[in-house]
């Protein structure tokens, strides 16, 4: 989150920044109430200051054995009924302050450029040439449903649209996805860690799905816990309140999970395949660093997730987001888009992300140094090493054979056992 001090010392270049990214804010109310918290906080102190003389002058009287003046001992009453109340108002006070400033989104890196949505995003580069296929590339749904490794008939039945069903070699498949992917991060230094599915709302209010994403989020409203969207968030929340050497930075995790999504505002859009599930596996990297080598770490995040890619030769680009598509609390990021063949277009696989002090902040993770006996909010990174489930589908479009078959990625196959699914 942002801090209110920073808001008021930067009002105007605050609110342009949130005209970048189409939001507008009430900051006046804001700093109206931050006044109100400030006149409120210095009453008290000074009705507290005011009752702790008196008490010290009638304690003093009474170890003289000296007579309390008539009426002090009701005054003192008084003073703390007044403090009580003010402390109450104080407390509403903090809470609009707190609630307003929890729906302020990140404010973008200078170096983002300014646009109103996706269509402002700017190509970086283009990684890898999509294949020319002799026929007709098919997507893949049909080719899932054909090879018998995909059924979404089924996974309709049991739960809904928008789920899979996977069989058969899929299920090898995507294991094979998965135990690929969290070896190769951890080669490159990320430390494995798996996490609870269910988080608290103070998690969720961490990373920044709460308050802003409430609709978007599956609640288990009995136990007041929510099914996590994404890794990040039990990642993430790991050094919640927690202040690390700075020696010990940076901090690199990977984490598989499986990850829920109402995808309440995208109706109408991918209700057919893997592209845009409620229920989907994915492997997370989350970084914890230092601010001074934030923009560095996220580069090499973006290779680190790129490389996946590459690895299994997989057409993609790098497109960096615009202020209007940024997510709430980036303040950059970079988007890897995958080549799906049938789909004859770009499909974003992973998205990369610095958040600076952002979630720190909302979090309460700091660092520390011998030098500075002050702490600091440390920076939070993260990105997808990728998404599991449109990996299998860019597999599936981009390897898929004449005859209905796919071959299996070389690199995939000491996890497969097979190098090919073919029709039964």
Not at 43 to 60: H, P, V, W, Y
Not at 167 to 172: D, P
Not at 287 to 309: H, I, R, W, Y
Not at 384 to 398: D, Q, W
Request: aromatic content about 8%.
């Amino acid at each position: 989150m942002l801090d209110i001090k920073f808001i008021r010392e930067n009002i105007e270049s605050v609110k342009q920044a949130m005209l970048n990214r189409n939001n507008c804010f009430n900051f006046d109310q804001l700093l109206k109430l931050d006044d109100e918290r400030k006149t409120a906080a210095g009453e008290i102190d000074q009705l507290r200051l005011k009752k702790n003389n008196i008490s010290a002058q009638t304690g003093k009287l009474k170890i003289e054995s000296k007579e309390i003046p008539h009426g002090v001992l009701e005054e003192i009453n008084e003073l703390k009924d007044k403090i009580q109340e003010q402390e109450k108002q104080l407390v509403a006070i903090e809470s609009q302050i707190e609630d307003f400033i929890l729906r302020i989104p990140n404010i973008p890196d200078e170096s983002v450029p300014v646009g109103k949505d996706e269509k402002d995003n700017k190509i970086i580069r283009y990684i890898g040439t999509p294949k020319k296929f002799s026929f007709q590339p098919k997507h893949h749904w049909h080719i899932g449903e054909n090879l018998d490794i995909l059924d979404f008939t089924t996974a309709s039945k049991i739960s809904g649209s928008r789920f899979a069903v996977l069989k058969n070699e899929g299920c090898v498949l995507e294991r094979a996805i998965i135990s690929f992917f969290l070896d190769l991060h951890k080669k490159k230094g990320y430390k494995e860690i798996m996490l609870p599915y269910l988080v608290n709302k103070t998690s969720m209010i961490g990373t920044g799905q709460l308050p802003k994403f409430e609709d978007d989020v599956y609640k288990c409203s009995k136990d007041d816990l929510y099914l996590i969207p994404t890794a990040e968030i039990s990642v993430t929340n790991i050094y919640r309140d927690t202040i690390l050497e700075k020696s010990c930075l940076p901090q690199k995790y990977v984490s598989y999970s499986a990850c829920f999504r109402r995808e309440s505002g995208t109706y109408g859009k991918d209700t057919k395949g893997l592209i845009r599930n409620h229920q989907f596996n994915k492997v997370e990297l989350v970084k914890f660093v230092s601010p001074e080598s934030s923009n560095e770490e996220l580069e090499t995040l973006v290779l680190d997730a790129g490389n996946v890619l590459e690895l299994l030769e997989l057409p993609y680009r790098v497109s960096l987001l615009s202020t209007g598509d940024l997510g709430f609390s980036a303040a950059k990021t970079y988007d890897l888009e995958v080549w799906l063949a049938g789909s004859g277009m770009y499909r974003e696989i992973s998205s990369c992300s610095n958040f600076k002090d952002f979630q720190a902040r909302r979090m309460n993770i700091k660092y520390k140094t011998s030098q500075n006996k002050k702490n600091n909010f440390l920076h939070t990174l993260n990105g997808s090493g990728v998404a599991v489930g449109r990996t299998f589908a860019a597999i599936l479009e981009n390897y898929q054979q004449e005859d209905g078959s796919v071959i299996i990625p070389e690199v995939l196959r000491k996890y497969t056992g097979f190098d090919s699914i073919k029709s039964k």
